[in-house]
C-alpha cells in the first residue's frame, strides 16, 4: 500500500469514529432531555393541581358575592317607595 492510500485509510477510520461518537453523544442527549421534559411536565401538572385549589374559594366567594347583591337588590326593589313624579308644571 502507498502511503497516500495508508493517510486515506486511517483519516476515514478517525472521521467514521468521530461521527459515531458524536450520534451516540446526541441520543445520549435527548434521553436527557427526554426525562427534563417528563419532569417538567409533572411540575406544571402539580402547578395546575395547584392554582385550580387556590382558585376554587376565590370562585365560591365571587358566586355568594354575586348572589347577595342580587338578593339584596331584588329586596330593595320589591319593598322600594315609588319616586314622585314631577308633573306640576
Known sequence: MDTAQLVI???ISLITLI??????????IMQELRLALKKTNGILDDTKQVTST????????????????????????????????????
Open 9 to 11: 485509510m486511517i483519516s
Open 54 to 89: 387556590v382558585a376554587q374559594p376565590f370562585n365560591s366567594l365571587s358566586e355568594f358575592v354575586t348572589g347577595f347583591k342580587n338578593g339584596v337588590e331584588l329586596f330593595n326593589s320589591l319593598f322600594s317607595k315609588p319616586k314622585k313624579s314631577d308633573n306640576s308644571k
Open 19 to 28: 461521527i459515531l461518537a458524536c450520534g451516540v453523544w446526541v441520543i445520549l
